[in-house]
């Protein structure tokens, strides 16, 4: 019989927050900071505006027809629930105000199923721990308001365990290759979990508050 | 969004360049010249020389400038070329191949192979003979399971899918794109009658399998549905069989709760009892939230039945133990969660009496929140 699935913390794993380390390592990706945050707002002036020329009602209807028995939600209709495909379910009903739709209690539970002995967070039942599941899952519990249902402290040591001390970055999971990709999720699930040394990010667009304060836009959360 | 880990395991990054196998180019024989080994870009191809190659224009403020290969600029510099001519050749079908091998998740490449297809009415067998080699490749990649199922409904015939799935979830039993082409496969075309086996066959090499539990509510909601209190009465003891060899099973218990829940957990008889008794020996925290989920079934559907107060009380007060013994003991990291179940479940049922020994907490609503 298959045993449960999850990795071990070991005891010389990295326990703090390597942000130079970090830094390096993205900066080395070649990408200069401003060009972000010109990007971004250009992109996101342009989807404000388009929003009506999608079927919102159809679109929403859709959404809620991928919800399945245990509360999560799949692909299509009647595939396995996912907290990837969770996280975009979420951050499309804050998008189009119909939260409220949801069932936050029993999703929350089923996010907060994905917490293993390790602290890390999976993607599924039955499967290992992925550092990007704690920006997918941690993101899904903040919007409906169930982000104090994960142990926060357990799933911190994790992350921290997943950067590598060598060259910077995060892995998906603690001795493995680290990733841009990653790195992203690790750092932006430490802020949702309330470091002081990174800045606020939002939730359902996965950016720092500060961007989205200065165009105006707040996609709702529940309570 | 971009993609997710297990659904695909790379995002945008360009994947590492492949050494050039050269198959497609057997095509095009003069390509190679003397060394059949040695790979001629497509600017220095004779048979090309006709078409002005298109650089990729990534706009006035690149922000993630990818580095490309030589070959990978090339080849796309003369996709974008094909396309602008709009051109419908044998060598552009060709040069697809060449596209893909290099980024197969490009799906303007896949969309333009498709339209190649169409328009010199290439034989399908044979491009089912090449997504098949593609997909045993790179299986958790959405484009080639999609183009997969384009050609099975052009050629309308789906009698390969099941055993090329069933071959793909051999190498990975939990791969989200074959389960989802599986499950779109069998509802279009009606091949519900062997996968109920299908299975139980996963589920005896690794009763955990998640995907194989939600196909099982899948193909039953589908078929016999649940209402029908001999099926009900069979997936409950396959449930509890699955727990009884692996009781530490997340998916059989949510798999039992899912089915048993829109009926009302406490209509079952005698389930509440085999729980209990299954609690003796083959204990876990999702055994103890399926008895929390029953007793709160109980009381929510106590002005049904002839419950007394009594009865109502001693419900209620081993619920709440439960909730105390997984926050305190048996599920620690979810702490905060049956503590909310606990005081929720107090204050809809509690009424007057006195609460079992539990964090003193003054009383809040069901909704709130820290």
């Given at each position: 019989i298959a045993q449960l699935k999850d990795v071990i913390i070991k005891p010389d794993a990295p326990s703090s927050l390597l942000l130079d380390k970090h830094a390096d390592y993205i900066a080395a990706y070649g990408s200069k900071k401003d060009d972000y945050v010109n990007n971004i707002h250009l992109k996101y002036d342009n989807a404000i505006g388009k929003m009506d020329t999608i079927n919102v009602d159809k679109a929403v209807e859709f959404v809620l027809s991928c919800m399945n028995f245990d509360g999560g939600f799949g692909c299509r209709p009647g595939s396995e629930s996912h907290a990837g495909q969770i996280y975009c379910c979420t951050g499309f009903l804050s998008l189009t105000g119909?939260?409220?739709q949801l069932n936050a209690d029993l999703l929350g539970w089923w996010l907060c199923e994905r917490q293993l002995p390790s602290g890390g967070l999976n993607g599924r039942p039955e499967k290992l721990p992925d550092v990007c599941y704690s920006w997918w899952v941690l993101a899904s519990l903040k919007i409906i308001g169930r982000i104090h249902w994960i142990d926060k402290a357990k799933l911190r040591r994790f992350i921290l365990a997943c950067q590598d001390e060598e060259t910077g970055g995060f892995a998906d999971r603690p001795g493995d290759m680290v990733d841009p990709f990653h790195t992203l999720f690790g750092v932006a699930g430490l802020s949702l979990l309330g470091d002081e040394q990174i800045k606020a990010v939002n939730?359902?667009?996965?950016?720092?508050?500060?961007?989205?304060?200065?165009?105006?836009l707040q996609p709702d959360l529940l309570s | 969004m971009s993609s997710v880990q297990e659904a695909s395991t790379e995002t945008t990054e360009v994947k590492e360049q492949k050494e050039f196998e050269g198959d497609a180019d057997e095509q095009f024989g003069e390509s190679f010249g003397a060394d059949?080994?040695?790979?001629?870009?497509?600017?220095d191809r004779k048979e090309w020389a006709d078409l002005e190659p298109v650089p990729q224009d990534d706009g006035p403020n690149p922000v993630v400038k990818i580095a490309y290969s030589d070959k990978f600029a090339d080849v796309y510099d003369y996709f974008r070329a094909l396309l602008k001519k709009d051109e419908k050749s044998e060598r552009a079908l060709a040069l697809t191949a060449d596209a893909i091998e290099l980024n197969a998740a490009n799906y303007t490449v896949w969309?333009?192979?498709?339209?190649?297809?169409?328009?010199?009415?290439?034989?399908l067998r044979e491009e089912m003979k090449y997504i098949t080699n593609i997909i045993e490749e790179q299986p958790k990649n959405y484009q080639v399971w999609h183009h997969r199922r384009m050609v099975v409904e052009w050629l309308n015939d789906p009698s390969e899918e099941l055993e090329f799935i069933a071959d793909i979830l051999s190498q990975d039993a939990k791969n989200y794109h074959a389960w989802q082409h599986r499950q779109w496969v069998i509802q279009e075309y009606k091949l519900w009658d062997k996968e109920l086996e299908f299975v139980e066959t996963l589920l005896e090499e690794d009763v955990r399998n998640n995907s194989a539990w939600n196909q099982r509510h899948f193909v039953i909601s589908h078929t016999t549905g649940f209402s029908d209190p001999a099926v009900v009465q069979r997936e409950i003891q396959y449930c509890l069989n699955q727990i009884r060899k692996a009781p530490h099973n997340e998916s059989a218990w949510n798999y039992l709760k899912g089915m048993l829940q829109d009926r009302g957990l406490s209509s079952q008889p005698g389930l509440l009892e085999k729980v209990l008794e299954l609690k003796e020996t083959h204990c876990s925290p999702y055994l103890l939230a399926f008895l929390f989920d029953c007793y709160e079934d109980a009381?929510?559907?106590?002005?049904q039945k002839e419950n007394t107060e009594q009865e109502q009380k001693e419900?209620?007060?081993k619920a709440l133990e439960i909730c105390e013994l997984l926050a305190q003991e048996k599920d620690t990291i979810r702490k905060e969660y049956w503590q909310f179940l606990g005081r929720s479940v107090k204050n809809k049922y509690g009424g007057d009496g006195p609460s079992v020994a539990e964090e003193a907490k003054p009383s809040v609503p069901a909704s709130e929140t820290s």
């Open positions: 119909q939260l409220h939730p359902v667009l996965c950016m720092p508050e500060d961007v989205l304060q200065r165009i105006g | 059949p080994t040695r790979y001629t870009f497509y600017r969309h333009y192979r498709r339209v190649l297809l169409q328009a010199l009415s290439k034989d009381l929510e559907f106590s002005s419900t209620l007060k």
